[in-house]
């Protein structure tokens, strides 16, 4: 018999594939995402927003559609992949942020946001509704707003600037005191008011003819309606003494008559 022939048995052990994971994630624009690599060993990191390849965790700030895969070994050797499709939610309206560029201390200013679902306004100022897409503002000094808006899909849209409010003079052109007013209840000047808009305090005296007192108030609302001590008085020509002080700290003064007509 030929001794030379020999029979060799192999024994191959042939090991499943690792059962590779897929991760989808729907995120607003910016939005952080946390991932990690599980009970994987061996791994590696891929994808442009990674740093660092071989961290166990991974701290994404995403802003555009991206694919990220965890490469790995198991137990066996045997290579695999996870997948994880980062997938950034777009809203396709266009969200703006509208308010004047132009803001005078105890005037009006109107701020409006153009696109979104929700809104939420923050300021110092007193805000007449904090959730409406426009709000106003009756500004005294500088000053800052936010306004968080949300869109179709809950992601927030944040508007944050800081404004500048310019201070009105405080002088003739600004502070009104009429020189005649007729208080005979016909609903038409009955009462004698000083006005403006940028006025914080007033302090107004009124004197008859004899240097008497007949008038005087510190209250900007708080008006003349003709009487002196409880009783009408006839028409006349009234002195008067007016000091304003305007919101910004300006003040102003005025010296003048006022005629009373029935």
Known sequence: PDQCNRMIHYKVLIHKLPENKIYNYELCPGELVMLD???RKNYTWSGSSITDHFSYQQILRIWNDEKILLN??????????????????????????????????????????EGGVKYYWESGELIDCS???????????????????????????IFQINLKVLFPDCDSSTVFIPNAFSPNQDGHNDLLFVRGNNINQIYLLIYNRWGEKVFESKQLNFGWDGSYKGKKLSPDVFAYY?????????????????????
């Open 242 to 262: 007016l000091e304003v002080q305007c919101i910004g700290g300006k003040s102003y003064s005025k010296k003048g008559n006022i005629s009373l007509l029935k």
């Open 37 to 39: 690599a599980g009970n």
């Open 131 to 157: 959730t409406c897409p426009c709000i106003s503002i009756i500004p005294k000094n500088d000053f800052s707003l936010k306004v968080t808006v949300l869109d179709e899909f809950n992601c927030p849209h």
């Open 72 to 113: 790995y070994k198991d137990s066996f050797a045997c290579l695999g992949t996870d997948s994880f499709y980062l997938n950034v939610l777009k809203d396709t309206g266009t969200i703006r942020f509208i308010g004047d560029s132009v803001l005078f201390s105890g005037k009006t200013a109107v701020f409006c946001i």
